[in-house]
């Protein structure tokens, strides 16, 4: 019923720059909290940023200052900038959003996306 699709991943050298996006699509009347969340291997999934419907934003403290997080409302698209990258921000990156359905329900639900692969080595 809805989807969350990433783009943007790739092979990097250390001090790149890439830039991530995501698209929700679907039955989707509201969008309040999207979030990029990553993993990297033997690692647990962790946030890295989370944006409001306000544009409210939170950092991981090992990207703040090096990514952003904004958001498209009207595209139901959230992106990700990340410069200075590291190998240690090698990982699984996933988009993340709470939203509300098309429909008589209040309720909240919580989509993933399927992860884009960010990798950074010389």
């Known amino acids: 019923q809805v989807q969350l699709v990433e783009s943007g991943g790739d092979l990097v050298q250390p001090g790149g720059s890439l830039r991530l996006s995501c698209v929700a699509s679907?039955?989707?009347?509201?969008?309040?909290?999207m979030a990029w969340y990553r993993q990297a291997p033997g690692k647990e999934r962790e946030l890295v940023a989370r944006?409001?419907?306000?544009?409210?934003?939170n950092y991981a403290g090992s990207v703040k200052g090096r990514f952003t997080i904004s958001r498209d409302n009207a595209k139901n698209m959230v992106y990700l900038q990340m410069n200075n990258l590291k190998p240690e921000d090698t990982a699984v990156y996933y988009c993340?959003?709470?939203?509300?359905?098309?429909?008589?329900?209040?309720?909240?639900?919580?989509?993933w996306g399927q992860g884009t692969q960010v990798t950074v080595s010389s």
């Open positions: 679907g039955s989707i009347f509201y969008i309040t909290v």
């Open positions: 944006i409001t419907s306000s544009d409210d934003t």
């Open positions: 993340n959003a709470d939203l509300k359905l098309s429909g008589p329900s209040r309720l909240i639900y919580n989509y």
